[in-house]
């Protein structure tokens, strides 16, 4: 119940942080496909996570875990000035345009 975010980990030291809410969305789906096909391994074979609500790098390919947290901590892109919520739809992209409390410390 004290579950706040989670850790989804690929392949190569990748990760990607996400509140608990937008990993949970209706929206958010492990792909093993597309269009019928088997993902390539340049989509990210064999599973990839698809959060189309959310930038691009929130939704690592060749997952291998998930870690559900008490806390944030920053994923791979996060750790090197990614913003760390990522919407596209109030152009979160970098970490100097996160305001107070949309992130750990840096």
Do not use: C
Request: charge should be negative; charged fraction near 25%; glycine fraction near 10%.
């Amino acid at each position: 119940p004290q579950v706040t975010h989670v850790m989804v980990w690929a392949e190569y030291g990748f990760s990607s942080n996400l509140r608990l809410a937008d990993f949970a969305s209706e929206r958010t789906v492990f792909a093993t496909h597309e269009g019928g096909e088997l993902l390539t391994a340049e989509h990210g074979f064999p599973v990839r996570l698809v959060v189309p609500h959310l930038y691009a790098w929130k939704g690592p390919k060749w997952v291998r875990g998930i870690e559900y947290m008490t806390a944030d901590r920053r994923g791979f892109w996060e750790e090197r000035g990614y913003h760390n919520i990522g919407d596209p739809w109030r152009e979160q992209r970098y970490s100097y345009q996160e305001e107070p409390g949309e992130g750990p410390e840096l």
